[in-house]
């Protein structure tokens, strides 16, 4: 990360051009000795870096604090000007103005290293608070979006879907009998079943989908541009899936099964703890029906 550095270089070049330009316009080979030419330059160059360091620090002066040393450069670099005004410019001349040129070098790049510093310390803070906000959505457990996660990702999701005229529908499933399985087995092999419930439902779902775990043994899945019949057509696939490989966990045979609810949102009219309720009752019903089926809810947005 040098652009910082790189910046100032460039601002100080390109304000010095200009100083350069003059003294060279009034400078001729026959007129004016190289020593003026040398010393004009450098004199502008300094000025530029002064005016560099000026504009960096106003930038950020609540982050960075004034050094002592930039006062006698600043002062340094506004006394030649007067200098080369009252005497005509020779060798020491041109020393002195090269060392306060390369002095005032050296406070930028102290500058272009300190701001480099803050950006990779703001650069650190938004990754860590980004880790911890993603941390704190997640299900310890699974890996899946945890309900409060789940919940935010279809308020957006559903935003979207408005504004861009798509449909949008979900899932809401969980396992059949698990209380059993936890009693039988143990809550070691029922956590066992969780995780592979997850990751089966994972690989069936598409880029955009979106899977969280609401809660105990109940999941629950955004299906993004998805009308109603698409949305059982996928939780079918779910339901095929999971009854396929989710038989055997570690050692033991359990051989799980899920209950399915789909529903379709209806738009921005509908909130959508109402969208959760019909696919949460369509899910209940699923379980009534028998277990290990789909139940769909009837509303469409055409209703």
Request: with cysteine; charged share 20%; net charge neutral.
């Amino acid at each position: 990360m040098a652009a910082p550095r790189h910046a100032f270089l460039l601002l100080a070049a390109s304000t010095a051009l200009p100083a350069w330009a003059a003294s060279a316009s009034r400078a001729t080979a026959e007129s004016v000795p190289a020593l003026a030419v040398a010393f004009w330059f450098a004199t502008g160059a300094a000025i530029a870096v002064a005016a560099a360091m000026l504009l960096g620090w106003l930038v950020l002066r609540d982050r960075v604090s004034v050094r002592r040393s930039w006062l006698p450069f600043v002062l340094a670099a506004l006394a030649l000007p007067v200098l080369g005004s009252v005497q005509e410019p020779s060798t020491w001349m041109v020393v002195v103005a090269s060392l306060v040129l390369f002095y005032g070098l050296g406070l930028v790049a102290w500058l272009a290293h300190r701001i480099h510093n803050l950006l990779e310390e703001r650069d650190r803070a938004r990754a860590e608070a980004r880790q911890v906000r993603q941390d704190s959505e997640r299900d310890a457990l699974t890996g899946v979006l945890n309900r409060g996660g789940w919940r935010r990702r279809l308020e957006r999701m559903s935003a979207a879907a408005v504004e861009d005229g798509k449909p949008i529908s979900v899932l809401f499933f969980d396992i059949d009998l698990f209380k059993l399985i936890n009693d039988s087995l143990g809550h070691a092999v029922g956590d066992d079943c969780l995780r592979l419930v997850a990751a089966t439902v994972g690989e069936e779902l598409r880029g955009g989908d979106v899977l969280g775990r609401l809660g105990g043994e109940e999941f629950a899945v955004i299906l993004p541009t998805a009308k109603r019949i698409h949305a059982i057509a996928v939780a079918e696939r779910i339901r095929q899936a999971i009854q396929k490989h989710c038989r055997v966990v570690g050692e033991e045979v359990v051989e799980l099964t899920v209950s399915i609810g789909a529903a379709e949102y209806l738009g921005p009219d509908e909130p959508l703890d109402t969208l959760m309720g019909r696919a949460d009752r369509a899910m209940y019903n699923a379980k009534d029906s028998g277990r290990n089926i789909v139940v769909a809810d009837p509303l469409t947005p055409q209703n």
